[in-house]
């Protein structure tokens, strides 16, 4: 099994920023890469950011391409969001998620992909 923690998420002014953190712990070396998702309310769980452990190779959702970057720090088995420029529309509950298996673009853009989840942190941006 795998955990993972959250922490960073809080209340944002537009135009500002915030990093997000996502702790991992367990048998994390059955993961291949870790995901960031958003949840609005009302709104279906959509994919924001990837990355993968060995190869770093990094993906992006058209909404935040040039505004967050992802990274990740092996060492610590710990990966992180950036987030830049932020505008109302990214509020939400962000979720961090890990998933075994080869990981390409159109398997980690999918919820359903992943095999653990953390508990979410909140993102507020106001306007």
């Known amino acids: 099994q795998v955990q993972l923690v959250e922490s960073g998420g809080g209340l944002v002014q537009a135009g500002g920023s915030l990093r997000l953190s996502c702790a991992a712990s367990?048998?994390?070396?059955?993961?291949?890469?870790m995901g960031w998702f958003r949840q609005a309310p009302g709104k279906e769980r959509e994919f924001v950011s990837a990355?993968?452990?060995?190869?770093?190779?990094?993906y992006y959702a058209d909404s935040v391409k040039g505004r967050f970057t992802i990274s990740r720090d092996n060492a610590k088995n710990t990966v992180y969001l950036q987030m830049n420029s932020v505008k109302a529309e990214d509020t939400g509950v962000y979720y961090c998620?890990?998933?075994?298996?080869?990981?390409?673009?159109?398997?980690?853009?999918?919820?359903?992909?992943?095999?653990?989840w953390g508990q979410g942190t909140q993102v507020t941006v106001s306007s």
């Open positions: 990355i993968t452990w060995s190869g770093g190779n990094i």
């Open positions: 367990g048998r994390t070396f059955s993961t291949t890469a």
């Open positions: 998620a890990g998933r075994r298996g080869y990981s390409d673009y159109e398997r980690v853009r999918r919820w359903i992909a992943y095999d653990y």
